[in-house]
């Protein structure tokens, strides 16, 4: 694959559920540690540009209307899967990268590698320069032109 | 006598208080709710969807901590706060809006709302404020009292800190058009002093409308606004701007896609009905377009850029507009949400995020905080 391996963490580093926000030229990554598994996530919210990856990684919390009419909310599972910018709360599927709300919405994945005890996220080379532009001008008149 | 009366009695108390600890019952509770009530950001009481005990930052989804700028739930704590605040989101001049007086309009006690009212000016002229830093404040006027209200406009509009009188408009009775606050509004105008119209996020507990929502986002997707309508309504159809033709309004925290609507309603009714306001001299609309502006937070986000341009044009313009974060709190927007917007020139820019509020809230000029350059040092 062409483009760079960032070196990220220490598989030591991270315990499962915790996170690292790693910066690497002009990009920001977040690092997961998903129950064992290691998933990278562009760290800079598309709807005001906040530090996406510094807040917390929640289970998916979703809900149902049962055959009486009424609504029940459950747990899709017990993983913590779910990304929430620290600044406003938006949330996106921590492996898709696609916002809850709005599957037009989303936030760039990488993949990440692991050698000799080190995560690598693999950056290819059309994703060096970070997508900050605002939520309602590409994403809202994306979401409505087309 | 007694205590042997006592010990001999079989005694039943049937009105005693135990104090659940919220956060410990929630482990006995089913999933979801569980998780929900042990992360929820209100500080007591079980989960509320009103304004003042919601789970404002969604059970931990929002944070506020030390590394953001030191601000806490519900504002910025301190003067050096406010300066690395200011820093941090690049502003100049910023207007620090109370937090717990905003409850100031739930205060019966008439005395008490001039005595706070009193104490908050001396408060923040201690220290917390400071024109030569761009750190300015309104005086926050008891409506309970108008005429104490006056005076105490006049005792310290001629602060360079003070940039306004404010009311909290949620909270009062009656609504901000009555004539019972010709006082208030009369000293201002004297002092040159515009009027901010804080909208309060009261929420179900405490509206008719609301009564009976069952979320906070219900609730706060409707209150702020209503209340701003309810006040807007009230201003102009009562006739403020006739009475103080040189009172200007601030509406706040509502954001901006309300105000057209509210215009047409107003211009369609007043037209069918002149009599009810024979007091006015144009429609509705004219007033608002020349005599209010309105703080942008919350931005309706979801607005295509083409929508939110004819939306600018429909209110007045760029002249009409005020830029505004709301930081800390959870709908807080950004400087670049409305800097970026496309449509915007330069010229319009530079009114929205600065050159109307200098203007109307009487700031000094943005050129006069610069340093001075000196060729010794």
């Known amino acids: ?146 | 006598m007694t205590t042997n009366l006592l010990a001999d009695l079989d005694i039943v108390d049937v009105d005693a208080h135990y104090l659940e600890n919220v956060r410990d019952f929630a482990e006995y509770l089913e999933e979801p709710e569980r998780t929900i009530f042990r992360d929820w950001s209100g500080e007591y009481h079980l989960p509320s969807v009103s304004g003042l005990y919601n789970d404002t930052h969604m059970g931990g989804r929002i944070r506020r901590t030390a590394d953001s700028m030191g601000a806490n739930f519900g504002g910025i704590v301190g003067a050096d706060h406010v300066g690395r605040t200011m820093e941090w989101l690049s502003i100049d001049a910023i207007v620090l809006i109370p937090t717990y007086m905003l409850t100031l309009g739930y205060l019966s006690d008439r005395e008490r709302a001039v005595t706070v009212c009193r104490g908050f000016m001396e408060y923040m002229l201690d220290g917390r404020s400071d024109a030569e830093r761009g750190i300015y404040f309104p005086i926050v006027v008891p409506l309970q009292e108008p005429e104490e209200a006056a005076k105490l406009i006049h005792e310290y509009a001629n602060r360079p800190e003070v940039c306004a009188i404010m009311a909290n408009a949620g909270t009062f009775q009656p609504p901000l058009g009555s004539t019972s606050y010709n006082p208030i509004y009369r000293a201002a105008q004297e002092h040159g002093l515009p009027v901010i119209a804080h909208a309060g996020n009261l929420g179900p507990d405490f509206s008719e409308y609301q009564r009976g929502f069952q979320t906070f986002l219900e609730n706060h997707a409707l209150d702020l606004v209503f209340c701003n309508e309810v006040q807007i309504t009230s201003v102009v159809l009562e006739g403020v701007f006739e009475r103080f033709p040189d009172l200007n309004f601030i509406f706040q925290e509502s954001g901006v896609a309300y105000v057209p609507s509210l215009m047409h309603r107003l211009d369609t009714e007043y037209m069918r009905r002149r009599s009810d306001a024979p007091v006015l001299r144009k429609l509705p609309s004219e007033y608002l377009k020349e005599r209010t502006f309105y703080a942008t937070q919350p931005f309706e986000t979801s607005l295509k850029a083409k929508h939110a341009q004819y939306l600018f044009d429909m209110l007045g313009g760029a002249d009409r507009l005020m830029y505004a974060s709301d930081w800390p709190h959870w709908d807080w927007d950004h400087p670049s949400t409305i800097a970026e917007l496309p449509f915007l020139t330069d010229e319009t820019r530079a009114k929205i995020m600065g050159g109307n509020a200098r203007r109307i809230l009487r700031l000094q000029p943005a050129e006069s905080r610069e340093p001075v350059r000196t060729e010794a040092r």
Not at chain 1, 16 to 30: F, N, Q, S, Y
Not at chain 1, 53 to 65: K, P, S, T
Not at chain 1, 99 to 126: C, H, I, K, W
């Open chain 1, 1 to 146: 694959m062409a483009g760079r391996m960032i070196a990220a963490a220490r598989t030591d580093e991270l315990l499962p559920g915790e996170t690292k926000v790693v910066t690497a030229d002009d990009l920001v990554i977040g690092v997961f540690n998903v129950e064992g598994e290691w998933l990278a996530l562009e760290g800079v919210c598309p709807h005001q540009g906040g530090p996406l990856c510094e807040g917390g990684v929640f289970r998916h919390l979703d809900a149902e209307v049962t055959p009486e009419g009424r609504i029940r909310k459950f747990f899709r599972s017990e993983e913590h899967n779910v990304v929430a910018c620290p600044w406003h709360g938006y949330e996106f599927d921590i492996r898709t990268g696609v916002s809850l709300v709005n599957p037009v919405y989303s936030v760039r994945t990488f993949p990440t590698r692991v050698q000799d005890g080190t995560v690598y996220v693999v950056v290819a080379e059309d994703q060096t320069s970070p997508d900050t532009e605002s939520w309602s001008l590409t994403g809202g008149e994306a979401a409505a032109e087309g």
